[in-house]
């Protein structure tokens, strides 16, 4: 599967340009924070979201279903989400990429080619998590990020 090196990942994530990081002062925990989100948003969200009020998505393309947007009731089309038309299909896109990479008959061998398609989607899970920021968590689940439990805002 896609593996993202760690500096390629901490590239993304801890970039100046797509976030940046703020003292949650109730539980005196740090928050990641996508640019473009207040201070006073941030610490809002995570008082939802310790609240169990907001709703967790997790982006993870599976090969061969179609399926890349899940929540706890299972895979659904970004517009059940209310995902923007823009967004919905830069991620049909991205996903419809895994569709060649992922493909386990023709195994994509070049890990250029695979981390490239990594960053990229981890720069869509940071836009969406912006987009989605008041009522969602989105967890990027792929490649190396995969069950690790990243989220843009810690508990």
């Given at each position: ?5 760690d500096r390629?990942?901490?590239h993304?994530?801890?970039?100046g ?5 703020l ?10 924070v996508p ?5 006073a ?14 709703r ?5 393309p599976?090969w061969?279903?179609?399926c890349?947007?899940?929540?706890d ?8 989400f209310n ?5 919905a ?8 990429r895994?569709e060649e ?11 250029d080619?695979?981390d490239?398609w990594?960053?990229?989607?981890l720069t869509?899970?940071?836009e969406l998590?912006?987009?989605l ?6 967890v990027p689940e792929?490649?190396?990020?995969r ?9």
């Amino acid at each position: 599967g896609c593996k993202p090196t760690d500096r390629a990942r901490r590239h993304v994530v801890l970039s100046g340009d797509m976030s940046h990081r703020l003292l949650d002062p109730v539980t005196q925990v740090e928050l990641i924070v996508p640019d473009g989100i207040s201070d006073a948003d941030a610490i809002k969200h995570a008082a939802l979201r310790r609240a169990g009020k907001l709703r967790r998505l997790r982006l993870s393309p599976e090969w061969g279903t179609g399926c890349f947007l899940f929540s706890d009731g299972g895979g659904a089309d970004p517009e059940h989400f209310n995902i923007t038309p823009n967004m919905a299909d830069r991620l049909r896109n991205w996903a419809g990429r895994w569709e060649e990479l992922g493909n386990p008959f023709t195994e994509c061998t070049d890990l250029d080619v695979l981390d490239t398609w990594c960053q990229q989607g981890l720069t869509l899970a940071i836009e969406l998590q912006r987009e989605l920021y008041m009522t969602t968590v989105v967890v990027p689940e792929f490649g190396g990020l995969r069950g690790s439990g990243w989220e843009f805002s810690q508990p």
